[in-house]
């Protein structure tokens, strides 16, 4: 396989919400939701970025589609500066980078049909006459597995799976090159997050598209992601290849975040369980190792060409 380029690089990225209180309404702290964080994603390639509720998941996400403002960093776009809003369009990033919601049911507007839900980045981004419009909504439809009439439909008469497709379909509806999906089947259950993933899959393998993938389930995750971030309190704590988070996890939220994927397997339940209170073990009483006195993460060091591991400077870890 050739080596593909870097299609978006986020550099130093900060996002602090103020946090106002007293008499006068002043700002008295922040909450650090996202703290300097750095990663690419290469065209046609899928990134995790996992962690547990609160992490700062989508607040990374919301910001890179200009839903939320930085604090802080860049963000490099096929090479150009698209931290500016004025840039983004000069650079067609708003057609190109497109987001799957993580509530489907309040991200798509229940007054609008299915058809005008779909419709609406097409109609933004394309010079259509409304009959290439409708062709291309029943095609999108069709993509994601769902009937052409369901395009004169509300979405309160789709089941929740059905939804998250609609989702899945909006987003590819403008040709992107990037779609960031955050938590785009946790609401489902298992058999039809399967089904959505496996679209999601299929659409990236035919149409090139890259996935930001944001998840707070390391199993959900395995088949989707190239490369992942492992995430806690606003900063990357771990980032790998498949094989380096899955096979050879360092840190110990890593190590949490794997101990509490469900095991299958009947024969080793009662061996998983005592590693993953061992896990829990090490988690609660060895903060200090893993996090600084204030319990930041510390920063990112490399391990290998592909493993970045949140250690204390001198080395005495592990
Ligand atoms: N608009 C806001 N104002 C103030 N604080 C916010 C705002 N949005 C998010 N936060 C805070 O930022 C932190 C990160 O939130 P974020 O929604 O990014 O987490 P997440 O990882 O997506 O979590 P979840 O898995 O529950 O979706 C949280 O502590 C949250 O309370
Ligand atoms: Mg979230």
Redesign the pocket.
């Known amino acids: 396989m050739s080596e593909s380029k870097d299609l978006i690089t986020i550099k130093d990225l900060c996002v602090h ?1 103020p ?1 106002r209180s007293g008499f006068f309404n002043r700002i008295t702290d922040y ?1 650090y ?2 703290d300097g964080v750095n990663f690419t994603i290469k065209a046609g390639q899928s990134y995790g970025i996992i ?10 996400g919301k910001t890179i589609v200009g839903l ?1 403002k930085a604090t802080h960093g860049q963000i490099i776009y096929d090479g150009y500066d698209v931290t500016k809003r004025k840039n983004r369009k000069k650079h067609k990033y708003n057609k190109d980078v497109q987001m799957i919601f ?1 509530d489907s049911l309040s991200s798509l507007n229940p007054r609008k049909k299915i058809l005008d839900i779909i419709a609406e980045p097409i109609r933004n981004f394309e010079d259509f006459t409304e009959d290439q419009v409708k062709a291309r909504v029943a095609e999108l439809l069709n993509i994601v597995g769902l009937e052409e009439e369901a395009m004169y439909k509300f979405p309160h008469q789709f089941s929740g799976g059905q939804r998250q497709r609609i989702g899945v379909a909006r987003a590819v509806a403008s040709n992107p090159k990037l779609i960031i999906a ?2 785009p089947v946790s609401a489902l259950d298992l058999s039809v997050q399967a089904q959505v993933l496996n679209y999601m899959k299929k659409i990236q393998k035919d149409l090139g598209i890259s996935y930001m993938f ?1 998840s ?1 389930d390391l199993g959900v995750v395995y088949h989707m992601c190239d490369n992942l971030a492992i ?1 806690h309190r ?1 900063k990357f704590v771990e980032i790998g290849s498949r094989d380096d988070i899955y096979n050879h996890p360092q840190h110990i939220y890593t190590k949490r975040l794997l101990a509490a994927i469900p095991q299958v397997d009947v024969e080793h339940r009662d061996e998983h369980r005592a590693y993953r209170k061992q896990v829990e073990k090490e988690f609660t009483e060895n903060q200090d190792k893993w996090y600084d006195k204030d319990g930041k993460v510390y920063d990112l060091r490399q391990i290998s060409e592909t493993h970045w591991v949140a250690l204390p400077d001198a080395g005495e870890e592990k």
Do not use: F, L, P
């Open positions: 919400y946090i909450v939701a996202v962690g547990e509720s609160g992490s700062g998941k989508s607040t990374i939320e993580q955050d938590e944001i707070h995430m606003g």
